[in-house]
């Protein structure tokens, strides 16, 4: 083409069918995969909810040794359970889960409750009317 002449639909779709068999002729599918033995792996842990095979001792004693889930299942556990006491400054920030004093529901020290007031009041109907 010696000048910018606008394609007709015969010509665009006979370019693109061009195209498309260009694309499937150097297609090539891939089967075999490996890991790239100089990249360094990231084992991300399972979660929890989906780890339900093995919950007991008993039901995975086809497939592995009593010490060896015995180890597993304590490496599992929470810290709390673990350890008696917190072993980082991180774990220090909420080691003590319970509360410190029992929570009460009618205590308006801690619960704040919504009021109706007139102030409220105007401002819902206000918002109703803009709507």
């Known amino acids: 083409m010696a000048g910018k002449q606008k394609l007709d639909l015969v010509h665009q779709n006979q370019i693109h069918v ?13 089967t075999e995969f490996s890991i790239n033995p100089y990249r360094k792996l990231h084992i991300l842990p399972d979660k929890p909810i989906m780890n339900v095979w093995c919950l007991r001792v008993t039901d995975c004693l086809f497939f592995f ?25 991180s774990q220090e920030i909420g080691w003590m889960s319970t509360a410190l004093i ?4 009618r205590d308006t020290r801690c619960n704040f409750y919504r009021f109706r007031t007139d102030v409220t009041k105007h401002q819902e109907f206000a918002q109703k009317a803009s709507n």
């Open 65 to 89: 040794p009593v010490d060896f889930l015995k180890a597993f299942h304590k490496a599992r556990e929470e810290p709390t359970k673990k350890y008696s006491k917190p072993l980082t400054e």
């Open 18 to 30: 061009e195209t498309i068999k260009k694309e499937q002729r150097l297609q090539k599918l891939h």
């Open 102 to 105: 029992p929570s009460n529901r």
